[in-house]
């Protein structure tokens, strides 16, 4: 019996050489469970921690951003006005608030949260009408928003001017007998400025186009990283990571404060 042997794993005197094992593939659903179960964040009390993306901007472009950024949040594309600001060399770094914080939230209070996917969503005249694109959270190690993101697909200035545009969005499902408290903890989350749901559907019907299954309803949230979006339209180049870590929301200030 013959067995083939891979030439790089032999040094030029003939021996063998340990190969370090590469880091396994961890997939984007992966990542946002884990972060989901260390969700901590309390909306009565306004406190815990939070999923934040992470943003790194030139200093000289600071102002302009956050200005870029509070726009942004207040046309309802973003999921909270609370973000961190922490000098980073010759950048600053900006945590704000990801989406899916609200998943954690509810997971916490005992609803079985299943994220599906980020896609693009067209809206028209201030109403989500569909989704255009979506990758499903299984299927990528990166996550969808930056990849869509990273494609220039967006169009956040249209809809923040004219309210028709194409924003980023993703969506969960939950299963349909847990409606009522899942509007309770909405209703909770955006006592405390923490909002951005664009549809919650009922028991199997489509969300915005897309399909769900059995016994389940699906809820679409806007994308955190709309503002990131709405930045780099502007022509100011930002540095990204969604769904990045965890960040608690006492070292993180209202964007009011801030510009």
């Not at 956050?66 to 726009?71: A, C, G, S």
């Not at 980020?118 to 809206?123: L, N, S």
């Not at 509007?183 to 969300?207: I, K, R």
């Not at 186009?209 to 949230?221: K, P, T, W, Y």
């Amino acid at each position: 019996m013959s067995f083939f042997v891979d030439e790089r794993l032999i040094n030029p005197k003939g021996d063998y050489r340990a190969v370090k094992p590469s880091a396994p593939l961890v997939f984007t659903l992966a990542r946002i469970e884990n972060l989901m179960l260390q969700v901590s964040f309390d909306p009565a009390r306004m406190k815990g921690k939070i999923i934040t993306n992470t943003s790194l901007v030139r200093k000289e472009h600071l102002l302009q951003t956050l200005n870029i950024f509070y726009d942004t949040i207040q046309s309802g594309l973003a999921v909270s006005p609370m973000i961190k600001i922490e000098d980073a060399d010759e950048r600053v770094m900006i945590k704000t608030a990801c989406s899916l914080t609200i998943d954690g939230v509810l997971l916490k209070a005992g609803v079985p949260m299943r994220p599906k996917g980020g896609g693009i969503i067209e809206v028209v005249k201030r109403e989500p009408t569909r989704f255009t694109e979506m990758l499903m959270y299984w299927a990528t190690t990166i996550d969808p928003i930056d990849i869509l993101t990273a494609q220039g697909l967006t169009d956040i200035l249209g809809m923040i001017q004219t309210g028709s545009g194409r924003i980023l969005g993703n969506l969960q499902e939950a299963p349909m007998l847990a409606r009522e408290r899942i509007e309770d903890v909405l209703e909770q989350m955006a006592s405390a400025e923490f909002t951005g749901v664009l549809e919650l559907g009922e028991p199997n019907m489509n969300v915005l186009g897309v399909s769900v299954e059995r016994d389940r309803l699906g809820i679409a949230l806007v994308g955190g990283t709309n503002l990131v979006a709405a930045a780099r339209e502007c022509g100011i180049e930002v540095e990204h990571e969604s769904i990045s870590d965890l960040t608690d929301i006492s070292e993180m200030r209202h964007i009011e404060t801030l510009i």
